[in-house]
């Protein structure tokens, strides 16, 4: 099984730049589609991106397409999620997943299709 662990959150100003990073141990790291996920205090936890075993096919949610950019790297076991023009909107606490399935959209859209979980890092943006 995969474990996953974030970081790269923190404090930044609207319009700012964040990257989050994932580590991800075990060697069978590029088995899994993986996917960040952020929840907001209060809010349930809502889809941001994902991206397939390849890194081939990436796919985001409407409030990030533009903004975010979904990357992995499977020879360092790491996925990446660039964040760019950053809205207060944005703050939450984000999270990475590993989905060991396939590449089913409606799955990969919802916190349910995934079997691993982060730990969460807190991305906080100030107006």
């Known amino acids: 099984q995969v474990q996953l662990v974030e970081s790269g959150g923190g404090l930044v100003q609207a319009g700012g730049s964040l990257r989050l990073s994932c580590a991800a141990s075990?060697?069978?790291?590029?088995?899994?589609?993986m996917g960040w996920f952020r929840q907001a205090p209060g809010k349930e936890r809502e889809f941001v991106a994902a991206?397939?075993?390849?890194?081939?096919?990436?796919y985001y949610a409407d409030s990030g397409k533009g903004r975010f950019t979904i990357s992995r790297d499977n020879a360092k076991n790491t996925v990446a999620l660039q964040m760019n023009s950053l809205k207060p909107e944005d703050t939450a606490v984000y999270y990475c997943?590993?989905?060991?399935?396939?590449?089913?959209?409606?799955?990969?859209?919802?916190?349910?299709?995934?079997?691993?979980w982060g730990q969460g890092t807190q991305v906080t943006v100030s107006s």
């Open positions: 991206i397939s075993r390849s890194g081939g096919s990436t």
């Open positions: 075990g060697r069978t790291f590029s088995s899994y589609t």
């Open positions: 997943a590993a989905r060991s399935g396939g590449e089913i959209y409606i799955a990969l859209m919802n916190s349910w299709g995934y079997d691993r």
